[in-house]
């Protein structure tokens, strides 16, 4: 059971925009802030979004990212055959005094 | 530029021991942090912990305390995550990754290494 919360599967179509939710509490996501790795298959995980909305150079604007109390969502706009892989949302955690990572969501393309 | 290469896959049986590495290029490796992820087969991330080669401070996450050590030595920039007795349940995909603080985001990754823990 993963301390971040996530859903499983996530789906759209080409040109869509979707979102990944990704909840918390107080001690993660309400104290610090959160980032997104996106992990294309058979790939080491990539650093998408920092600091809650900040995208690393390189990573396009489709990608954006939002945090409101103690959860955190990634948009995908423009949606793209090679976006399909799992996104993993992460924070750290003042009581366990390290980083957490959501479950993950495989995003699929249709 | 950065890099982070990992040391290749391992085939352990379960009782031995094992040390894996990770060498930092491309900057100064004793001002920023490295922290190790495990990936098990077909699951997701978990954070293990972190070391920071410069004064080898070092936090684990408490699901991996006392199972692993984590360590470094800055003469040639490489990190390390070892094991004293392996179990089948260590199968996994073992990733390094640079941090700029300990709470701050892994920007840069390794490749990974797969480490499988069979009899």
């Known amino acids: 059971q993963s301390v971040l919360t996530q859903p499983p599967s996530a789906s759209g179509t080409p040109g869509q925009r979707v979102t990944i939710s990704c909840s918390g509490s107080?001690?993660?996501?309400?104290?610090?802030?959160v980032n997104w790795y996106q992990q294309l298959p058979g790939t080491a995980p990539k650093l998408l979004i920092y600091?809650?909305?900040q995208r690393p150079s390189g990573v396009p604007d489709r990608f954006s990212g939002s945090k409101s109390g103690t959860s955190a969502s990634l948009a995908i706009s423009g949606l793209q055959s090679e976006d399909e892989a799992d996104y993993y949302c992460?924070?750290?955690?003042?009581?366990?005094?390290?980083?957490?990572f959501g479950g993950g969501t495989k995003l699929t393309v249709l | 530029e950065v890099q982070l290469v990992q040391s290749g896959a391992e085939v352990k049986k379960p009782g031995e021991s094992l040390k894996i590495s990770c060498k930092g290029s491309g900057y100064s490796f004793t001002s920023y942090w490295i922290g190790w992820v495990r990936q098990m087969p077909g699951k997701g991330l978990e954070w293990m912990g972190i070391i920071y080669p410069g004064d080898s401070d070092t936090r684990y996450s408490p699901s991996f305390q006392g199972q692993v050590t984590i360590s470094a030595d800055k003469s040639i920039s490489t990190a390390y995550l070892q094991w004293s007795s392996l179990k089948a349940s260590d199968t996994a995909m073992y990733y390094c990754?640079?941090?700029?603080?300990?709470?701050?985001?892994?920007?840069?990754w390794g490749q990974g290494t797969l480490v499988t823990v069979s009899s």
């Open positions: 600091s809650n909305n």
């Open positions: 990754a640079r941090h700029s603080d300990v709470i701050a985001a892994a920007v840069f």
């Open positions: 992460a924070a750290w955690d003042d009581s366990l005094n390290g980083q957490v």
């Open positions: 107080s001690s993660n996501i309400g104290s610090n802030t």
